[in-house]
């Protein structure tokens, strides 16, 4: 299996993308962040696809660490995430270790050739 989710499994957005790719019988690999937190390889390969680091910047955890966070350079950055997994937008989706979403959008999500 070449499909891997990386994500928090009790996240509500995570669970629509898993009901999604689920009731197409998709196989995927669930890689839970908090069981397997991201190497800091993994959080730049998906900032390099996203754009940015891949922070959840509507979420909870980024609220409460938000100054804290945007004060350090983008090494430490990535070492925050690595360590404070419930920042990192959520779902990922990847094949063969290449980055097809970051986040869950159901239409796009129907479209992906798998």
Do not use: H
Not at 8 to 14: K, P, Y
Not at 79 to 89: E, G, Q, V
């Amino acid at each position: 299996m070449n499909l891997k989710m990386y994500a928090i499994a009790n996240c509500d957005t995570v669970k629509k993308a898993r009901k999604n790719l689920e009731s197409r019988s998709v196989e995927y690999e669930f890689v839970d962040f908090k069981k397997n937190p991201p190497t800091e390889k993994l959080i730049k390969r998906w900032a390099d696809f996203f754009g940015e680091l891949p922070v959840n910047k509507k979420g909870i955890t980024y609220k409460k660490f938000k100054d804290d966070y945007e004060a350090l350079n983008t090494s430490e950055k990535i070492k925050f995430l690595c360590t404070n997994t419930s920042m990192i937008k959520r779902p990922i989706l990847e094949k063969n270790e290449k980055t097809l979403f970051v986040g869950f959008d159901e239409e796009n999500y129907n479209q992906l050739k798998l």
